[in-house]
């Protein structure tokens, strides 16, 4: 068992427009993932299931053939490799969890998020 609280988690700053806290158990990956306004996560997919919940802000989720916007309070669901890119309507807060956990960002391994 662990307790943490976010002041306590490393902030990575992956771009000039979105830094990332995560922690990561045996199965499951949380991030918490800040959003400039206009930021851009570029078109990927992954073996992970994802929850996006946005605490604040919107976010765009591009999807093939069409597209999915994601206010404050509210969650989207996408299943394990589907293809998706994400824009910031505005400045966003973002709860990702993931399962199986992202093994790529623990390692840092996620070249697409960084620069």
């Given at each position: 068992m662990q307790v943490t609280s976010w002041n306590k988690i490393e902030t990575e700053k992956?771009?000039?427009?979105?830094?990332?806290q995560?922690?990561?158990g045996?199965?499951?990956t949380v991030a918490r993932i800040f959003l400039a306004h206009g930021?851009?996560?570029?078109?990927?997919?992954?073996?992970s299931e994802q929850f996006s919940l946005i605490l604040d802000g919107?976010?765009?989720f591009i999807f093939d053939g069409h597209e999915v916007v994601v206010h404050a309070g509210e969650m989207i669901f996408?299943?394990?490799?589907?293809?998706?890119?994400?824009?910031?309507?505005?400045?966003?807060?973002?709860l990702d969890i993931f399962s199986p956990r992202r093994e790529d960002w623990i390692r840092k391994d996620d070249a697409y998020l960084r620069g």
């Open positions: 992956l771009s000039a427009t979105i830094t990332r995560m922690l990561s045996e199965h499951t930021a851009y996560v570029p078109r990927h997919a992954h073996a919107a976010l765009k996408i299943p394990s490799h589907v293809p998706h890119a994400a824009q910031a309507l505005e400045d966003t807060v973002d």
